[in-house]
């Protein structure tokens, strides 16, 4: 059974930071492009931060850029998201995806495999 399994998120004051997971199991995505998506409440589920096969060229959300970064380590078939200087807007539902045959980027509409999501709330 594939599985992505997301962790790390929780309670967080503003301008705090979290390092969120997502660790895959199941096959391996060491070959496929990588992303992380957020649902704040009440609204859409929208793109934050993808990144290739390999671990280059991260792309980021206007919204979290400069305050975000992801990463991956294959070995560990573990995509992370570092947060820096939260703010009460990020609050949401963050998923990790992968795009199955995709290399270079991760969108939305191209995810194959969802995490179950992990909650982040961030507190004025």
């Known amino acids: 059974q594939v599985q992505l399994v997301e962790s790390g998120g929780g309670l967080v004051q503003a301008g705090g930071s979290l390092r969120l997971s997502c660790v895959a199991s199941?096959?391996?995505?060491?070959?496929?492009?990588m992303g992380w998506f957020r649902q704040p409440p009440g609204k859409e589920r929208e793109f934050v931060a993808d990144?290739?096969?390999?671990?280059?060229?991260?792309s980021y959300a206007d919204s979290v850029k400069g305050r975000s970064t992801i990463s991956r380590d294959n070995a560990k078939e573990t995509l992370y998201l570092q947060m820096n200087s939260l703010k009460p807007e990020d609050t949401a539902v963050y998923f990790c995806?992968?795009?199955?045959?995709?290399?270079?980027?991760?969108?939305?509409?191209?995810?194959?495999?969802w995490g179950q999501g992990t909650q982040v709330t961030v507190s004025s």
């Open positions: 990144i290739n096969w390999s671990g280059g060229r991260p």
């Open positions: 995806g992968a795009c199955t045959g995709r290399t270079f980027s991760c969108p939305e509409h191209e995810v194959d495999y």
């Open positions: 199941g096959r391996s995505f060491r070959r496929d492009a």
